[in-house]
Structure formats: C-alpha cells, structure tokens
C-alpha cells in the first residue's frame, strides 16, 4: 500500500513560500502546506517542528538555512552581533532541530514488511566549512560546526536506521549567491544542485561536496604549509 506525501516548507517569507508551494503543486505535488518560521527564534522553531511531527511523522527533513556575509579584506573583522546570527542560524538552529527529530524518529518503529530507514535527516552546510576564511569568518565557521555534529550524529544514528546526510556546496546559482562580491568558479544550477542533493540522501550518503572541483581543492588547501595557505586565503578576499 503506498504512503501519501506531505510536503512541508518552511521559511521566513510568505510570499516566497507561496510561490515555491504554488512550483510543487505544478510539478505534482498534492499535499503541500507552508508554514513562516524564523530560526533565530529556536524555542519557537522547536514547538513548531513537534508539532509539524505530531501531526504528520516527518520521515525526510532538510535543514538548508543559511546567512552569509563576505566583506572586503580592509575591513575590520566580524561584529560581534554578526557571529551570534550567523552561528544561531546556521549552525545552532539546525543542529538543535535535527537532534529534535532524530530522537523522534529513533523512538519509532520501522514501517512493517520494509527495509527504508526510519528516517533520513540532511544538513546543508557548505564547502567553506573546509577553510579559515578571513573575510568571511563566522560563515565559514557556523558551517564548520554544523559539519561536526552532521557527522556526529551520523554516527549516533546508525544503528537506529536513521540517515543522516551531510551536503557541502560550492556556489549555487541563486539571488543570494548572486549578491555576493567576487568570482564564483563552478558555480552550479539550483536544479543541479537540487537532483545531487535528491540522490546523496535517497543513496544514504554520509557526505557530498559539490561540485567535484571543490572536494579537490580541500585536500590540497588542507596539504598546505600554514604560511603558504594563510597567504592564500588572505589573498582570496573580495
């Protein structure tokens, strides 16, 4: 007997939650429903998702939140009130939400006459997490966090059959990535980037980092001599 769907989307903006609703239901979506959540506000966050999860087992969520800021190397370095929003949203928040319904899913009992896990989880981070960005510190830093508990709760998860998933992007063609000063080599479709991230969690991956082109440059960035890099890295501001 087939499981209906349910599509949740959350986001900050309803009008642009609208709209995207309004793209799912074109390509076939039934069920969709929105709901406007701002992950600053954990607490709130949390009883939204229990009660998301209440009324309908979540049995995918992807967590892609994400604030950025890249600013010129002359400037002076991260503000204060900058690193708490950036670190609260893009690590905190997802991570909080994710443990949320981990724990939730490991407490279920597995679909009779399958073998699909209880659930799949999939954090979006980002292929800055793998430098010390000078310019664009608590970005590259929240990302970096949110890879260490991805991957640890990964680990944690395994013998509950929950999949936990890891995506590192480089530069994705979007209006906020479009904002962002500077080259952005082997920047990538959103539809790209949509079907590998599909596929990365359908196959149970632990980590993806696309494109490929970045995933090499990790290994050599991370081979390098401290001087050598650091020079590289200051050189790489906008």
Known sequence: MPFATKLTLWGRDNNRLAHTASLC?????????????????????????????????????????GLGDIHPANDAF???????????????????????????????????HTNSPRGRIVFVGSAAAFASMPFAASYAASKAGLARFADALRIAMRPHAIGVTLISPGFIDTAAARRVPGPKPFIISP????????????????HLILPWPFALARLIVGALPRAIRDRLLRAMAP
Request: net charge negative; charged share 25%.
């Open 25 to 65: 239901r074109s390509v076939g979506a039934i069920c969709v429903e929105t709901r406007s959540v701002d992950l600053f506000d954990i607490d709130t966050a949390l009883v939204a998702l229990v009660a998301s999860d209440d009324d309908t087992s979540v049995d995918t969520a992807i967590f892609a939140s």
């Open 78 to 112: 991260d503000e204060p009130e900058l690193v708490s929003r950036l670190y609260r949203v893009n690590c905190v928040a997802p991570s909080a939400l994710g443990a949320e319904l981990a724990r939730r899913m490991a407490a279920r009992q597995p679909r009779p």
């Open 191 to 206: 539809e790209h980037a949509a079907k590998a991230i599909l596929t990365a969690a359908r196959a149970g991956k632990a």
